[in-house]
């Protein structure tokens, strides 16, 4: 499934594509940003059969996540609409900004905000779920202030 370009006022999200498969890597071997992520040993090759996997999909979206600076759209991070059910209108949703340069600075809130206005205007969709850690009380929050609502909390 593809959406095309969805601009922000200080960031934009962009199909995901092999120009921001190295930043990505480079950005996910910070043990700070995969703190709360689930993920295999971070590689090159596993990070672009996941991106490949993802965009052929017809149940799922993949943005990059861009912050325009000096002129030059810097990858941040990356936001992923997953089984997407256009008859249920549902899908799951998340996002990561790898980049600690942009912690903190409501990148994260605003490509959030754009992400869910694709889900919701754009396909249409009525229920966007979504997950965080117990401990990532931060993104819990955001997610909060978002219009999330907590369904449960799962044990450990």
């Not at 593809?2 to 006022?9: A, K, L, P």
């Amino acid at each position: 499934m593809h959406i095309s370009r969805i601009e922000g006022e200080r960031c934009s999200l962009v199909p995901m594509s092999e120009m921001f498969l190295a930043r990505h890597v480079e950005l996910l071997q910070d043990p700070d940003v995969t703190r709360y992520l689930r993920l295999p040993v971070i590689s090159v090759d596993g990070q672009r059969s996941w991106m490949l996997r993802i965009l052929r999909s017809e149940r799922d979206i993949l943005h990059a996540i861009v912050v325009k600076k000096d002129d030059v759209h810097q990858y941040v991070g990356v936001a992923q609409l997953s089984n997407i059910d256009l008859r249920d209108g549902t899908a799951s949703g998340g996002l990561v900004i790898a980049d600690k340069n942009y912690w903190g600075q409501g990148i994260g809130r605003e490509a959030r905000d754009l992400h869910l206005r694709c889900a919701f205007e754009d396909l249409s969709l009525r229920w966007v779920y979504g997950r965080t850690a117990g401990g990532n009380v931060r993104a819990q929050r955001l997610m909060e202030s978002l219009g999330y609502v907590r369904q449960g909390i799962r044990p450990q």
